[in-house]
């Protein structure tokens, strides 16, 4: 009997020992685990801000242009409208450029058919209509849905398209006083009368 006691107090003390052991690799386990979460964490941090680092160097990157419009007041001009676009920011080039103007009376529009870069920024045009093609791919809908243009008031616009395939799109109103209003919003729609009624 004396040897079965002390067989079962090696076989519960080696148990213990198992016990204790199983409970240091646990919370090592547990430790690893969470050091692991950390670091994850950080890593998707990292990856977060390089992601975000990236995509402001590559909207700083793309090309920014600007357009202005002079109306001619030379009678019988065959080019009333012209003026001139310029790369104003950016580093890459701009591709697929298109001018688009609205009058009161009357709609221009051209393609470049040049690149503007920050080397070659500037290209002047003359403009005396727009094809039906391009008037059909009118990008600025503010324009027809506004108001009627007052006087020397005009609409113009230009696109175009950055080495990624990014489009881009400039536009603005000027006002009958020569100002222009940048951000037009789509201004108040025609008036709509009341109906007679008949009584």
Partial sequence: MDGLFWATVGIAAGTFVLA??????????????????????????????????FAASQSAARPQLEIDVALERVMNSPFPVSGHVRY????????????WIKTRTQSFGAAVGTVLTPSAPTYAFALSGISDEMFKRWPFPDAHKAPVLQGDELWAGVTWRSPDG??????????ENGTRDENPMVMDPFPVLPEATTG
């Fill in 166 to 175: 990014t489009k881009g799109q400039r536009r603005y109103k000027r006002l």
């Fill in 88 to 99: 104003i920011n950016g580093s890459e080039p701009a591709y697929d450029i298109e001018i």
């Fill in 20 to 53: 204790i052991g199983t409970v240091i690799l646990a919370w090592s386990t547990r430790r690893g685990v969470l050091l692991q979460e950390r670091e994850l964490k950080v890593v998707e941090e990292q990856l977060r801000l390089a992601k975000e680092q």
